[in-house]
Nanobody, 122 residues
Framework: QVQLVESGGGLVQAGGSLRLSCAAS????????MGWFRQAPGKEREFVAA???????YYGDSVKGRFFISRDNAKNTVYLQMNALKPEDTAVYYC????????????????WGQGTQVTVSS
C-alpha cells in the first residue's frame, strides 16, 4: 500500500549541499512515520532522520545541525536537506515508511525505496 522512490542523489564537494526527495504512492502516506537511512560499503546501516505524520523530526547524532527532514503530505513526499556535507556522508540513502512509528529502529519500517547514491568528494 506504500511505494517509495528516492531521487536527488549525486556527486558534491565537501561543504556543499544536496536535497533528496522521496515520492510515495499510497493513500495512507500521511499516517506513516517516514525515515531516512544510509549505508556505506563496509558499514552498518545507519539512521539519519525521521519525521512523524504531524511533523515531529528526529536526527541521528552524526547529522544533527546539518541535515533537515521535512514532509509534504499533500504531495506525498518527504525531503532530506543535507548541508555542510562531509566525505563520511557518502553512502546509499534509503527512504522508508513505518506504520504507527517514528524513530531510529530500522526493523519497524515496513516499506523501503530503492536507494539513491550520495558521494561527497574531499
Amino acid at each position: 500500500q506504500v511505494q517509495l522512490v528516492e531521487s536527488g542523489g549525486g556527486l558534491v564537494q565537501a561543504g556543499g549541499s544536496l536535497r533528496l526527495s522521496c515520492a510515495a504512492s499510497g493513500r495512507t502516506f500521511s499516517t506513516y512515520g517516514m525515515g531516512w537511512f544510509r549505508q556505506a560499503p563496509g558499514k552498518e546501516r545507519e539512521f539519519v532522520a525521521a519525521i512523524s505524520w504531524s511533523g515531529t523530526a528526529y536526527y541521528g547524532d552524526s547529522v544533527k545541525g546539518r541535515f533537515f527532514i521535512s514532509r509534504d503530505n499533500a504531495k506525498n513526499t518527504v525531503y532530506l536537506q543535507m548541508n555542510a556535507l562531509k566525505p563520511e556522508d557518502t553512502a546509499v540513502y534509503y527512504c522508508a515508511a513505518a506504520p504507527a512509528y517514528t524513530g531510529s529502529l530500522y526493523y519497524r519500517y515496513e516499506h523501503w525505496g530503492q536507494g539513491t547514491q550520495v558521494t561527497v568528494s574531499s
